[in-house]
């Protein structure tokens, strides 16, 4: 069935790019195995095009790209430091984020908060909101015991969050990104 798919995705981009048939084998191998690949030549060839057409057919898979220049620093490239994260007592956004209790006392309270819009004169939700905002936020504070003063990046829509990466005109980037 992979195999299948994989055929039909090939025929599709050799109907596209003329005499590329190489590059687009090359790249379907890539896929397949999970392997890095670097692809040189002179402008002009279609390898960019090429590889655009694969990953418009590649479904779920996140992508990352970025037409390198000279102005292209690490930080865009693969996240920048979560200054959050060097605050002591203070708990990193990503690790917020990801916590699954830390995400469902929050829909709670945001639930308490709309009852309580709806009737302010309902002491019940005033009750349960202050309940569960001191719940969070003790919450909270043991989260910032495990994670705080834990240096972090954070590398949202970045190459270390991307199973496909494309980095285009890289002899163009700054010695420092290219390494």
Same mark, same amino acid.
């Given at each position: ?6 055929? =039909? ?7 596209? =790019? *003329?005499?590329r ?6 790249? *379907? ?9 670097? $692809? ?6 279609a ?5 655009n ?7 779920g ?9 000279? %102005?292209?620093?690490e930080? *865009? ?7 959050a ?7 990193p &956004? ?12 929050? %829909?709670?309270? *945001? ?12 002491? &019940? ?38 199973? $496909? ?15």
């Open positions: 069935m992979l195999r299948d798919k994989m055929l =039909a995705v090939m025929e599709e981009v050799n109907s596209e =790019a *003329a005499e048939r190489e590059l687009v084998q090359t790249i *379907a191998l890539a896929l397949l195995s999970g392997s890095n690949l670097f $692809i040189l030549g002179a402008p002009g060839q390898k960019s095009f090429v590889v057409e694969f990953r418009k057919r590649i479904t898979a996140k992508q990352f790209e970025r037409l390198l220049s000279r %102005q292209t620093d930080e *865009a490239l693969f996240g920048r430091l979560d200054l994260s060097l605050i002591p007592g203070a708990v &956004a990503q690790v917020l984020e990801q916590d699954g209790t830390y995400r469902m006392l929050r %829909q709670e309270l *945001a639930q308490a908060a709309e009852d309580f819009r709806a009737d302010s004169a309902d002491n &019940a939700a005033a009750t349960r909101m202050q309940g569960l905002t001191e719940k969070l936020e003790q919450y909270r504070k043991g989260l910032s015991l495990l994670h705080g003063g834990t240096p972090m990046t954070i590398t949202a829509g970045k190459i270390p969050d991307a199973h $496909i990466c494309f980095l285009d005109e890289i002899f163009s980037a700054p010695v420092a990104a290219r390494q």
